[in-house]
């Protein structure tokens, strides 16, 4: 899979695009014109839409993939995280902070460097080394603290408190949803016709309540949202259940992009607005996915994206129709791809030990 070229160490570059990759200075001055361009010009692209021959035999219906493994910060989080940070940078920001369970702390590094703005990345004192020292790679400060994301995000909002950083937060908030809804203009433009049903990975809920704003906006309030988390980092189908959003005592699933205790409360907005179907499957289910995956579409994926593509390869989506949650017939399916930053073949391999599959 094609990747953007990294930078080595702390000393990253962190101009804008320009002549020669550099961020353009005439007589020692930043030039307006440049730093406009960063802050107007959304630093995602339309990805890919991909029809899966393989998905679609196992679904029993068209299965379109919509690639956001293939952004340029390796998930769907630049949509929202790059609108965001464009915003407060046009307000005068002159450095973020931001909590991460890895994706998100991408795309805020991401934008800090095309936005000309040192960063900080919050994550929990698990994440792999090879995160860290990508993420130090792209010119960020990396933090570790805490188990799980929950307690990076407080370490996040007390720098920012401290040192009057603007907190990036990775999932809720209104520019977050905003910029993902973009996913959904593209869809329309790209299918013309509504798809019989969206697929998507919740974990804090940011992706899901973009993407609802962005069926309202198009017209498409009536297609239905199937849901995917694993158990262990299942917050928004206990929330449903609940009626009331739920904080888990611990995050226990492999599947760390996920691990967001809490959801954000406009995940349960999302609930009363558009036909949303919650399901959780198993660790193990969302790492065959990722295998599974690999083998089809030659694409390696993280867990917490299994859980969206084991919607497919597990047998949900059939069962959703079985139980008359779904038409039958569905004539075509979009999954979302959110996402590949957190997963290596090494990491995929364990993981696979881990859960007893071979």
């Known amino acids: 899979m094609a990747r953007r070229p990294r930078g080595r160490g702390r000393s990253v570059n962190r101009g804008l695009p320009g002549a020669g990759g550099q ?71 002159r450095h973020l902070v931001c909590s991460s369970g890895g994706n998100a702390g991408f795309a805020a590094a991401y934008s800090a460097q095309r936005l000309g703005l040192p960063a900080t990345i919050v994550l929990p004192e698990a994440t792999s080394q090879q995160v860290v020292r990508r993420l130090q790679g792209e010119g960020a400060e990396v933090q570790l603290a805490g188990k799980v994301w ?11 408190q401290r040192d009057g950083w603007v907190n990036v937060p990775p999932f809720d908030h209104p520019l977050i949803w905003e910029g993902h809804a973009s996913l959904v203009h593209e869809l329309k433009a790209a299918l013309g016709a509504p798809p019989g049903a969206v697929v998507l990975a919740v974990g804090g809920g940011g992706l899901l309540a973009g993407v609802a704003a962005g069926l309202v906006e198009v017209g498409w309030q009536s297609v239905p949202i199937v849901a995917m988390e694993t158990r262990g980092a299942h917050s928004f189908h206990a929330a449903l259940e609940a009626g009331r959003l739920v904080t888990l005592p611990d995050i226990t699933s492999v599947a760390k992009s996920l691990g967001a205790k809490t959801v954000t409360a406009q995940a349960l907005e999302c609930a009363r607005q558009c036909r949303i179907l919650s399901q ?79």
Not at 46 to 59: D, G, I, Y
Not at 60 to 76: D, H, I, M, R, W
């Open 150 to 160: 929950d307690d990076a995000n407080l370490q996040a909002h007390a720098l920012a």
């Open 280 to 358: 959780v499957v198993e660790d193990a289910e969302a790492v065959n996915a990722v295998q599974r995956f690999l083998d089809d579409e030659r694409m390696l994926v993280e867990p917490a994206c299994g859980a969206a593509l084991a919607a497919i390869y597990s047998g949900r989506l059939g069962q959703l129709q079985a139980e008359g949650h779904l038409d039958p017939s569905l004539a075509s399916i979009v999954v979302i791809v959110c996402g590949g930053n957190n997963i290596d073949s090494q990491q995929l391999r364990a993981l696979q030990a881990q859960l007893g599959q071979h």
């Open 23 to 93: 961020l353009a200075i005439r007589s020692g001055r930043i030039t307006v014109v440049a730093m406009e361009g960063a802050q107007s010009e959304p630093f995602h692209t339309v990805s890919p839409l991909l029809r899966s021959w393989a998905l679609s035999q196992v679904a029993g219906a068209t299965v379109f993939l919509k690639c956001e493994n293939v952004q340029p910060s390796g998930s769907f989080k630049i949509r929202g995280i790059g609108r965001f940070c464009q915003e407060m940078a046009r307000k005068g920001c």
